[in-house]
RNA sequence: GGAGACGUGUCCGAGCGGUUUAAGGUGCAAUCUUGGAAAGGUUGUGUGGGAGCAAUUCCACCGUGAGUUCGAAUCUCACCGUCUCCGCCA
């Protein structure tokens, strides 16, 4: 949520910047209700104050046990025209809030403008596209062949885009998991946590998933609970509504958890493979930090990231996402792509996102400063990494001509085996 | 799932229809006293919103939301949560 004392004060900047993402996007509605609303404040906080004192009033005359009809009576009037402006003050503060709760975040200035992924610049690569001097096939078949994955029976038991591992291949997505959580844990000091996999809807607001992306996300029937998209929203939130101290800051945590995504408008696209499916596991890192930190933080954080990849040899780029391209709440991201052979292409694997004070402000998450000022802290997250598409990744590049698949290095003790 | 008790500020805790402007304590900060400290004294000490150049001032907030009333922390209803007992259960 923007800060409307800001679009108050900054109309013209906030507008520019909202219009590098969608020339659409405007406030110019929010600051017609905010002029309105505060308008309706100073006249009811006056009748309620004279509310006050006459209801006061009116307890002093009975203790000395004067008539009060008259003066309740002109109380009683004042009461019902305050009861009628409430109802107006209520409907215009929901419809302020409504609109905050739309408007995306504000791109950083350093966040290049472009409408769509085809501005995004590449900022550096990692390795080189995988060469085969064999027929390679993707990771789809070799699942399929090697028993890795049973695609049919996952249909069979939930719906399409849903996946059964089995094996060697289950073997492998867990170790993929515990490979990830013991770096960030060990090496990078996150604070490792499981948070449940659903999440109410004050949750979900808090990270910018509601109300605006509802259509994106499982609910469930008869609970105010949605399956959790990203391990980002319950740990994002696991200090909404708390005041820090600047001491506890900066905070790194980590999370496994699987994902749901409804993939509603995404229909006909990635149908083979686990590139995209309605179940997916992802090791999360999350950062709550001070302002002056974050794009220290951010940065940090994405190399924490880049790492896996390395760590893995796996090619990959960085490319950063266009204001027409970055996601909702956040003013700066990242994007980790890996080199896929079977789309001969490289392919999303990380997004590492700054959120500013953004999220912070939708959740409530708050620090108290060497002052004793109270401020929003700054948020941000990215996957460390994307599990499903880490396992397609490693399957197609390390594929070889005898047919076997090798695991890199750093996973073998967690396979136990060193190919497939 | 059934029965009961309870949600008040950093924390503890009083208040159960009208000087509540939320008592009292505790914690925290400043300050006085001291050679220094402890003890003690004094003062200050929440959040959000609005008006004003400002000093200042007004409104809202006692789990959340609605209601009753001239007036609600206090009464009523619903919801959320915590605790105790019973039932069920990995």
């Not at 906030?14 to 309706?40: A, F, H, M, T, Y």
């Not at 791109?107 to 610049?121: C, F, V, W």
């Not at 994955?149 to 492998?172: H, M, N, P, T, W």
């Not at 229909?267 to 995209?276: E, K, P, S, V, Y």
Request: some cysteine; hydrophobic content about 35%; glycine content about 6%.
């Amino acid at each position: 949520m923007l800060d409307i004392k800001l679009i108050r004060e900054n109309p013209e900047k906030i507008n520019e910047l909202l219009k590098r993402r969608n020339p659409e996007l405007s406030i110019d509605e929010v600051i017609q209700i905010d002029e309105e609303r505060r308008k309706l404040q100073v006249q009811v906080d006056e009748m309620r104050a004279k509310r006050k004192k006459d209801s006061q009033l009116i307890g002093e005359l009975k203790k000395k046990g004067e008539n009060t009809d008259k003066v309740q009576a002109e109380v009683r009037e004042i009461g019902e025209k305050i009861k009628e402006l409430e109802v107006e003050q209520n409907e215009l503060d929901t419809k302020q809030r409504d609109l905050l709760l739309h408007i995306p975040n504000t791109p950083d200035e350093t966040t290049p403008i472009g409408t769509s992924d085809a501005d995004n610049p590449v900022v550096h690569t990692w390795g080189e596209p995988t060469k085969f001097d064999f027929e390679y096939k993707a990771h789809w078949d070799l699942c399929e062949e090697k028993n890795l994955v049973d695609f049919e029976r996952g249909v069979k038991l939930s719906q399409s885009r849903f996946i059964l591992y089995r094996g060697k291949g289950a073997r492998l997505e867990r170790a993929i998991i515990n490979f990830f959580l013991d770096y960030h844990t060990q090496d990078q000091s996150y604070e490792e946590i499981l948070p449940p996999f659903m999440a109410n809807s004050a949750t979900m607001t808090g990270t910018g998933q509601l109300p605006k992306f509802k259509e994106d996300m499982y609910k469930c029937v008869d609970e105010d609970l949605y399956l959790i998209p990203t391990a980002e929203v319950p740990v994002t939130n696991i200090y909404a509504n708390e005041i820090l101290s600047e001491a506890d800051l900066p905070k790194y945590m980590t999370a496994y958890t699987p994902c749901f995504r409804r993939e509603s408008g995404s229909a006909g696209r990635d149908t083979r493979g686990l590139i995209r499916v309605h179940q997916f596991n992802k090791v999360e890192l999350v950062k709550l930090c001070t302002p002056e930190t974050s794009r220290d933080e951010h940065e940090k954080l994405t190399r924490d990231a880049e790492k896996m990849l390395e760590l893995l040899n796996l090619p990959y780029r960085r490319v950063a996402l266009c204001s027409g391209d970055i996601g909702f709440s956040a003013n700066k991201c990242w994007d980790l792509e890996v080199w896929m052979p079977s789309y001969g292409e490289y392919k999303e694997i990380s997004s590492c996102s700054n959120f500013g004070d953004y999220q912070a402000r939708r959740a409530n998450i708050r620090y108290k400063d060497k002052d004793g000022k109270t401020r929003f802290v700054h948020t941000l997250n990215g996957s460390g990494l994307a599990v499903g598409r880490t396992f397609a990744a490693i399957i197609e590049n390390f594929q070889q001509a005898d047919g076997t698949i090798v695991i890199p290095e750093v996973l073998r003790k967690y396979t136990g085996f060193d190919k497939i």
